[in-house]
T-cell receptor, first 114, second 111 residues
Framework: NAGVTQTPKFQVLKTGQSMTLQCAQD?????MSWYRQDPGMGLRLIHY???????DQGEVPNGYNVSRSTTEDFPLRLLSAAPSQTSVYFC?????????????FGSGTQLSVL | TQLLEQSPQFLSIQEGENLTVYCNSS?????LQWYRQEPGEGPVLLVT?????EVKKLKRLTFQFGDARKDSSLHITAAQPGDTGLYLC???????????FGTGTRLTIIP
């Protein structure tokens, strides 16, 4: 029962470096999404995908890229890391768009940008 | 952007007491979900409410969706230390593929 798997668990970057946060789900879910969580601000949607080959922007997309080449994988790319991107990142998936669907979350990636 | 404000932001009470946390918005939602998050983990869904005025119970937890579908509350009876966590509400609308999360209530139950 793997569910949603995120790697790495922790990452430290220097300003300007790039990296990819990995997310994979084994539940054949069509909908996948990335959120960032900052103190006092809940979860904010970065990007989402309603199926392979389809992605769209969320609330805070600047500085992040995504792609969805397969149903299972939804990587999040930071092109040039900035201190403002220090946060905890969560990947989540559901069968369909989460209007009335259960959203399954990974265990998060804690990212620090120095 | 639809906003969901949760109150209180922090709540610390003794084991056995009752409590209510609130989730409010100026926007109407088709459905509203409540999640609980424990340290180092992702949120886990507790309940989804879809009808204005709907009340759902999950053991000692009672969830209510406002008649106008703009607000919701979570009431916990006889709180236990296992109820400790971050409680998040999240609203969605049919035809809109985004789930909007509230600001969260961090609950601590003192044994």
């Amino acid at each position: 029962n793997a569910g949603v798997t995120q790697t790495p668990k922790f990452q430290v970057l220097k300003t300007g470096q790039s990296m990819t946060l990995q997310c994979a789900q084994d539940m054949n879910h069509e909908y996948m999404s990335w959120y960032r969580q900052d103190p006092g601000m809940g979860l904010r949607l970065i990007h989402y995908s309603v199926g392979a080959g389809i992605t769209d922007q969320g609330e805070v997309p600047n500085g992040y890229n995504v792609s969805r080449s397969t149903t299972e994988d939804f990587p999040l790319r930071l092109l040039s890391a900035a201190p403002s991107q220090t946060s905890v990142y969560f990947c989540a998936s559901s069968r369909q768009a989460p209007t009335n669907e259960k959203l399954f979350f990974g265990s998060g990636t804690q990212l620090s940008v120095l | 952007t639809q906003l969901l404000e949760q109150s209180p932001q922090f709540l610390s009470i003794q084991e056995g007491e009752n409590l209510t946390v609130y989730c409010n918005s100026s926007s109407v939602f088709s459905s509203l979900q409540w999640y609980r998050q424990e340290p180092g983990e992702g949120p886990v869904l507790l309940v989804t409410v879809v009808t204005g005025g709907e009340v759902k119970k999950l053991k000692r937890l009672t969830f209510q969706f406002g008649d106008a579908r703009k607000d919701s509350s979570l009431h916990i009876t006889a709180a236990q230390p296992g109820d400790t966590g971050l409680y998040l509400c999240a609203g969605a609308n049919f035809g809109n593929e985004k789930l909007t999360f509230g600001t969260g209530t961090r609950l601590t139950i003192i044994p």
